[in-house]
């Protein structure tokens, strides 16, 4: 009874399957709407498409299954899936850079997309700052003045796992491996990672994130420490098992 009108639509056909999906893209500030993603949703349900994938400046972090409230229900027999632009321009660069395409076309168009979202005017923004409240949690922080229910204190703890993502994501550019942001078992569910970092926030003032780089010794530790003003970077690696306690500790 209403129109709906996706961004696209995406096919991919492989050894007599095919899969497909609905696509909708927003740049700039624009947000996900949630009654249009719904829609869609249904959309893809009645007309028997595999998913629905939104693409925007909006993350999805390890905090957070998807970058607004959706009605779950609708998502048991299609599936919806999100990529920032940020994720899109990291993949298309290390496929470039360090992967390579062999076809001279799809290698030239592949750069001149890199090109394009690269380019400010695009819409494809880069992480920008930590949100108009960052001020006010900085300086609660210092003061220990934090409430749990702030809702300064909320929109910043989401905000952090965005910045752990995006530095993810440009240290994958830089590597060409995939650096992955990684949470602790007992954090591994949205709501209980969120509650984890806002009892940290406001207990201790300090926000802190793991990062999973290839062929490391060990995980990249990062706790922002509010109170202190210090940005602390560390990892932990396990002593040798074997040899004297002297050869051990050298």
């Given at each position: 009874g209403k129109p709906v009108r996706p961004d696209g639509v995406i096919v991919v056909t492989r050894a007599g399957k095919s899969w497909s999906a609905l696509l909708e893209a927003k740049i700039a500030a624009h947000?996900?709407?949630?009654?249009?993603?719904?829609?869609?949703?249904?959309?893809?349900?009645?007309?028997?498409?595999?998913?629905?994938?939104?693409?925007?400046?909006?993350?999805?972090?390890?905090?957070t299954e998807y970058p607004i409230e959706i009605d779950r229900r609708k998502v048991r027999r299609t599936k919806l899936h999100h990529w920032s632009w940020i994720d899109l321009l990291t993949q298309a660069t290390v496929q470039k850079e360090y992967r390579g395409v062999s076809d001279p076309d799809q290698a030239y168009m592949l750069g001149e997309l890199i090109r394009y979202l690269a380019d400010p005017r695009s819409g494809a923004v880069a992480f920008d700052g930590m949100g108009s409240g960052w001020t006010a949690v900085r300086d609660g922080a210092r003061e220990q003045t934090l409430r749990k229910s702030d809702s300064a204190v909320i929109a910043t703890v989401a905000r952090w796992d965005d910045l752990v993502r995006y530095l993810a994501l440009s240290l994958t550019t830089e590597l060409g491996r995939e650096v992955k942001h990684v949470l602790p078992a007992s954090e591994r569910t949205p709501n209980v990672r969120r509650q984890a970092l806002t009892e940290s926030l406001v207990s201790s003032g300090r926000l802190y994130g793991d990062l999973q780089i290839p062929n490391v010794a060990g995980a990249l530790s990062i706790s922002a420490d509010l109170r202190s003003r210090q940005v602390i970077a560390s990892t932990t690696i396990d002593a040798p098992k074997e040899g004297s306690s002297k050869s051990r500790v050298s």
């Open positions: 947000p996900l709407e949630p009654d249009q993603i719904n829609a869609y949703l249904d959309l893809a349900r009645e007309l028997d498409f595999q998913a629905v994938l939104s693409v925007s400046n909006q993350y999805v972090t390890s905090s």
